[in-house]
């Protein structure tokens, strides 16, 4: 969904002519895929940091046209809200420095960013959901000037019949509303993961990352509040759910199916049954045409963008024009600060690794409905959370990470030949936190628990401490 559309509006035909251009770039998918002409070029990571602008009182900024203008960075890119901004970086091969040489990289941008912001009498800070977001700020005025964002209201609003969107969260607290518009969406910021992958890892790779949702999430909740509730550890999960619910299958609006998904099961033969699934079971939502020729799969990768699954294989080009495949891992919120994001993204990549080698698939292993309610009481309970995990065993999540998983994730990195220092350092912080059991959703729950549930005092002390860039293990309760 990251790229621009040249139309808002539709008409039937537009439907039609789109879903003919699906099919047949979904049929020469399968074709790649059957003379295996993918990319072997694999072990490349990259990520997406997703961010709000802010102003002193810490509330939403909505001047992210101005920001960009005046950073001038084509790496950093807008958002669903104006409050909001995406900073990218260059993949690395994963291997060496690779880690440290991430966090160098997106330090310089984000403390760009906070130069530019500065100048605005702004701020950068990066956290699930802002705690200071009130509903009324979510609205289309504050909608980021791109065409794709408003077709996408558009349709998300046709496909429900007109019908607002029910946000109903049962967590510590209960949150029920109705919004008109998709920019509940804008109050869920990411940090999204993306691992290139050999073909032959393609099954295994999307299904380590569907088994792996439920310990990232946990080791990594950021999300406790929204509109002043407290709900789930990473409440991005279900209001993200929610904030785009609109079914499979045309004509069912709450069919089956859901745009923002688990998914329906596991792989089993290739990934190229999540984009035969998309075509069949997934009316299309934005009908802009290209003419840049099947193989570009312009239709294909759009369509692709409007189906959020939590893990989500994407089709893209080598610098030669080879195609390769990646999966995006999008259950990691953002923040709390840089060094504790490189270490989530230790954490996936060592962990994805080690399934992927392991002797025995990790799916026959876990069946996909245990992984699916592992997932959900993860998001729920954090590192509190009971899950079942290999063979059926049931135990307390925080333990499986701290005595399997994260050993595992380290003999994954070094099988990755990723430098000892980078994984000392990463793996350190995130086994600092387990020790601790300081999340940044811990953190912010007890600060309110002993200050009061002031949260634009509690954000301010957590932007002061995201700004001193310590790890949120490491930080304290003071006002």
Not at 423 to 436: C, H, K, N, P, T
Request: charged share 20%; net charge negative; hydrophobic share 40%.
């Amino acid at each position: 969904m990251g790229q621009e559309i040249e139309e808002s509006q539709f008409t039937p035909g537009d439907f039609v002519e789109y879903a003919k251009c699906l099919r047949r770039e979904t049929e020469l998918l399968g074709q790649w895929f059957r003379d295996g002409l993918f990319s072997a070029r694999d072990r490349m990571g990259g990520f997406e940091l997703e961010a709000w602008l802010v102003d002193d009182a810490v509330r939403p900024a909505p001047v992210n046209d101005t920001f960009l203008k005046r950073l001038d960075n084509p790496m950093v890119v807008p958002e669903l809200a104006r409050f909001n901004v995406e900073l990218n970086d260059h993949p690395q091969h994963l291997w060496g420095s690779a880690l440290s040489r991430f966090e160098a990289s997106l330090g310089s941008t984000w403390n760009q960013c906070r130069q530019a912001a500065a100048d605005l009498q702004t701020h950068l800070l990066m956290i699930g959901i802002l705690p200071t977001v009130q509903e009324s700020e979510l609205n289309q005025a504050n909608m980021s000037d791109l065409k794709r964002y408003r077709a996408l209201n558009e349709q998300v609003l046709r496909m429900r019949g007109g019908q607002p969107l029910e946000l109903d969260i049962h967590g510590r607290q209960h949150l029920s509303t109705t919004h008109r518009s998709v920019m509940l969406e804008a109050a869920t910021t990411s940090f999204q993961l993306h691992l290139k992958i050999h073909p032959r890892d393609a099954v295994r790779a999307y299904n380590a990352g569907i088994i792996l949702s439920a310990p990232m999430v946990a080791a990594t909740a950021n999300s406790p509040y929204l509109f002043g509730y407290d709900l789930w550890d990473e409440t991005r999960i279900p209001l993200f759910e929610q904030s785009v619910a609109v079914g499979g299958l045309a004509g069912a609006s709450h069919g089956p199916l859901r745009r923002v998904t688990f998914g329906s099961g596991y792989t089993r033969e290739s990934v190229m049954e999540c984009f035969v699934e998309n075509e069949q079971h997934y009316p299309v939502m934005l009908p802009m045409q290209f003419h840049d020729g099947l193989e570009q799969m312009s239709h294909l990768r759009l369509h692709n963008g409007t189906i959020w699954r939590w893990n989500r294989p994407l089709i893209g080009f080598d610098y030669d024009g080879i195609p390769h495949l990646r999966i995006e891992h999008r259950v990691v919120p953002g923040g709390p600060t840089i060094v504790d994001v490189i270490a989530n993204a230790a954490l996936f990549f060592g962990l994805m690794r080690v399934l992927i080698d392991a002797a025995e698939p990790a799916e026959a292993r876990i069946p996909f409905a245990a992984a699916r309610d592992n997932f959900y009481a993860a998001a729920r309970y954090g590192l509190d959370a009971h899950i079942t995990w290999y063979g059926g065993e049931k135990g307390a999540l925080r333990s499986l990470l701290q005595q399997q998983l994260l050993p595992q994730a380290r003999t994954g990195l070094e099988s990755l030949e990723i430098d000892r220092d980078d994984i000392e350092r990463y793996l350190g912080v995130i086994e600092a936190r387990l020790q601790s059991g300081q999340t940044g959703s811990a953190w912010q729950r007890a600060w309110v628990a002993k200050h009061g549930d002031d949260m634009a005092a509690m954000t301010a002390a957590y932007l002061k401490r995201q700004d001193a860039g310590q790890p949120v293990h490491e930080w304290d309760l003071r006002p």
